[in-house]
């Protein structure tokens, strides 16, 4: 029996935490190339997929391809079957993550939604912290396939959750499935991911990454002549003539990159430098969620206040603020500054992520609300991927220039390997060198965060306004059918029965002022 629009609405916060129940350990920590890879290439063709069969079906789907690629992962006798299994774990994300935006964006009203959207990024946020503490201790305490032997339950927990509390939803029209579409965002996705994650190995002109990027290039541009010329397209170009939707998922891609590239050198700086093991190294690392989730839970009554354009820029500018302070690190300085750089990033990429994912998600029709969140999974994907490539080559690079030209060869390699040197004069240097190299990083990092901010402001228009369709819509209360006038969704209401409940959200359509 399918649910009343009433219950529905009842039960949208019991909703959201199922929702949220998709951060899990290893996925956070032990994300490998594999996952990354299959992840990142189908996330596009997971969220079409969503619209056109229902996004609670996806979302079971991918919680059970989650929690078998897990559970195979945990007990893989061979290598190979390891990376078969981290394979599925990253299909069954693909279909999760888009499924469970998508889902929050049906089911709340455009009034709550971003206080909805802040408590799913403000969770987000508390899987960065719980995924390296939780992962370190499991490591610590039991044996390597307890890191994805954990997600089992979770799993579960979710899936008997989502039956009685996530309704179906997709896009009325059921349009047919875009194989030729699909296929072309895998291939070109899958070229510009591989390319960035061999890069920082292989070299950013060596020619196998000069051919992963040229094959992301030409697969790309056949995406897109391919989907402005089919009559169902997967993703709609006009999307990104909407400075709402193009101008939000430029700013997310930069917040990850900045994010993602930072813990990445930082947490090799409080380990081999600070000396601290890889469990109280994640917990060192948790400050970043409390940040997050404080500037998350902030966001929706400052960007009620004071709209996206102020409010995005604003969170990139406090990112590069942290940046420019971490900056100043050396080898002697102590965790104080570390943390509070850590919390001041937390509180940017929150009041920034929050009201940019808002943005998107509002600024698309809701019957395709999987294919806008997996576009919004995507560039984080891509931004974080990057941001580990690029800032990790800076910082290898920063490192070697800053070595004294006399050390062995092995201390070249990277600071883990100088110091395994038997030399303490090395090993010094070598961490010097290593601390000089990010401060550069850090510092390069706030510069791109800033011109994130600047194209935030310049493309993101000022406010949302929520424009009606012509079609019906109901009223939660008694289930009368009203035709909406144009007017903010605040205002409508059921005069019928002279009840202040807002309207569902069901065939509502927001577009950017």
């Not at 079409?48 to 897990?70: E, M, T």
């Not at 950013?204 to 094959?215: E, N, R, T, V």
């Not at 992301?216 to 169902?232: C, D, I, M, N, Y």
């Not at 193009?246 to 090799?268: E, K, N, P």
Request: some cysteine.
């Amino acid at each position: 029996m399918t649910p009343s629009a009433a219950t529905i609405y009842r039960r949208r916060w019991w909703t959201l935490g199922v929702l949220s129940l998709n951060a899990s350990a290893s996925q956070l920590q032990w994300i490998t190339d594999v996952y990354l890879l299959v992840f990142a290439g189908v996330l596009l063709t997971a969220g079409s997929l969503g619209d056109r069969f229902g996004r609670k079906k996806a979302l079971l789907a991918g919680l059970v391809l989650f929690g078998s690629g897990s559970l195979f992962s945990a007990f893989s006798g061979s290598p190979e079957l390891l990376v078969l299994g981290r394979g599925v774990m990253g299909l069954g994300g693909a279909f999760i993550m888009p499924s469970t935006l998508s889902v929050l964006t049906n089911v709340f009203p455009a009034r709550e939604r971003a206080r909805a959207i802040s408590i799913w990024a403000g969770v987000s946020g508390l899987g960065i912290a719980i995924g390296p503490i939780t992962g370190g201790f499991l490591l610590d305490h039991f044996w390597w396939g307890s890191v994805f032997l954990v997600n089992v339950p979770i799993v579960i927990v979710a899936l008997l959750a989502a039956k009685p509390l996530v309704p179906e939803s997709s896009d009325p029209k059921t349009p047919p499935v875009d194989t030729l579409g699909a296929a072309l965002s895998i291939a070109s996705l899958v070229s510009l991911v591989w390319a960035i994650i061999e890069a920082q190995s292989r070299g950013w002109s060596s020619s196998p990454i000069l051919a992963g990027f040229a094959a992301f290039a030409g697969l790309g541009a056949a995406f897109v002549a391919w989907e402005l010329r089919t009559p169902h397209p997967m993703l709609q170009m006009t999307f990104f003539r909407n400075r709402a939707f193009s101008g939000a998922s430029a700013a997310i891609s930069l917040v990850f990159f900045a994010l993602m590239g930072t813990i990445y050198f930082l947490t090799q700086y409080i380990q081999l430098v600070k000396g601290y093991s890889p469990l109280a190294a994640g917990v060192r690392i948790a400050p970043v969620a409390l940040g997050l989730m404080l500037g998350a839970g902030m966001s929706p009554k400052l960007n009620g206040r004071f709209g996206t354009k102020v409010m995005v820029p604003a969170g990139l500018t406090i990112v590069a603020g942290a940046l420019t302070l971490l900056a100043q690190a050396n080898v002697d300085t102590g965790y104080g500054l570390v943390a509070a750089v850590l919390v001041l990033m937390g509180l940017g990429m929150g009041t920034a992520m929050a009201p940019a994912t808002d943005s998107v998600m509002g600024s698309l029709p809701l019957e395709k609300a999987s294919i806008g969140s997996a576009m919004n999974d995507t560039t984080r994907q891509v931004g974080g991927a990057l941001g580990v490539a690029v800032l990790g080559s800076l910082l290898t690079t920063g490192y070697r220039d800053h070595l004294d030209p006399h050390v062995p060869a092995q201390a070249r390699d990277s600071l883990g390997a100088a110091l395994h040197v038997p030399s303490t004069h090395v090993v010094d240097g070598a961490q010097q060198a290593f601390v000089a190299g990010m401060s550069t990083t850090a510092l390069v990092a706030a510069a791109i965060a800033l011109v994130g901010a600047l194209v935030a402001a310049i493309a993101l228009p000022k406010r949302s306004r929520y424009r009606v369709s012509t079609a019906q819509v109901t009223c939660i209360s008694c289930g009368t059918e009203i035709a909406p006038s144009l007017a903010h969704l605040g205002s409508l209401h059921c005069h019928d029965c002279r009840d202040a409940q807002p309207l569902t959200a069901a065939k509502l359509e927001v577009a950017a002022a």
